[in-house]
């Protein structure tokens, strides 16, 4: 179990170490006017259908199959996720459903790993994590990556005026791609055009041929959750040319999903833990 919290932290820090520092200030803030205006009513028409094929629950709480591929390392292990809108996205890790060893926590103003086993935490912003700045993150893009929602960088929600800023193509075998620009950033939703369910995400980053990377979402299996449907399997996959990094793929495969709101959404780190610097833990992992 140590060596899965290793790899882990690892994998979180290699990607916020490895991305770069060149693109601060890059896509945040509004949408440029210029950027794929869509004038095509049947394109906002879909658009407005995606947004409102989201499932309403405030809450969605599952026990879940992790796995994560990094660093040339395979680990598995079950867990649960639960995830409150606007509030937080936590990933308890639980090995066998008999103790928590571990735990990954995104809320709006910070981002989160607990070493249950090692008594030792990492605590970042979303500024402090490049990966996750350079590609556009911030809670509420993560939110609706996790969630199987369309968004806006650096917006809490997508309001009808943005629809404009998205270009909508054709259907093609069954799908049609969604896709916006603003800065570095290319984003693209691959979407189902009868049920406008949303399949695949991807954020491409490019900042010359030096500074590459890509961040997908793909989803699958969707389930009823209250009048909507939630997908029960999402695989992020992150690939980047940064030295160090290459390809990291999380799997979450959702087991009795449910809409319980009777948990904490904030985790209180006990004073017996020690933070510790993201390159510390990283230096440990490469020193095995």
């Known amino acids: 179990m140590k060596q899965i919290i290793s790899v882990l932290f690892a994998a979180l820090i290699l990607a916020s170490c490895g991305s770069g520092k060149a693109v601060q200030g890059e896509g945040k803030g509004t949408v440029p006017a210029t950027v794929g205006k869509q004038k095509d009513s049947n394109g906002i028409d879909f658009l407005r259908q995606v947004s409102d094929n989201a499932v309403y629950s405030k809450d969605i709480v599952s026990s879940i199959d992790f796995s994560l591929t990094a660093m040339g390392r395979d680990i598995s292990v079950s867990g649960k996720l639960q995830m409150r809108k606007n509030e937080v996205i936590r990933i308890t890790l639980t090995p066998f459903s008999l103790m928590e ?6 809320a709006p103003d910070y981002v989160l790993v607990v070493d249950r086993i090692n008594k030792q935490y990492v605590k970042a912003t979303y500024n402090d994590v490049d990966f996750l700045k350079n590609n556009g993150m911030d809670f509420y893009t993560l939110q609706a990556l996790f969630w199987n929602e369309l968004f806006v960088p650096s917006k809490k ?6 629809f404009s800023a998205f270009t909508v193509g054709p259907t093609e075998r069954g799908s049609r791609a969604v896709a916006l620009k603003t800065g570095s950033l290319d984003f693209r939703w691959t979407v189902d055009a009868e049920r406008k369910q949303i399949r695949g995400t991807e954020i491409a980053y490019r900042k010359g041929t030096a500074q590459e990377s890509t961040m997908s979402f793909s989803y699958d299996d969707f389930v009823p959750v209250g009048a909507r449907k939630f997908p029960s399997k ?18 979450i495969a959702m087991n009795r999903i449910s809409s319980d709101s009777n948990w904490d959404a904030k985790t209180t780190v006990s004073s017996r833990y020690t933070q510790v610097p993201a390159q510390e833990v990283l230096s440990k992992l490469m020193g095995q």
């Open 101 to 106: 060893a571990g735990r990954i926590e995104f």
């Open 157 to 162: 929600t997508v309001a009808e005026s943005d």
């Open 234 to 251: 999402e695989v992020l996959t992150f690939n980047s040319n940064a030295a160090g990094t290459g390809r990291i793929v999380l799997s």
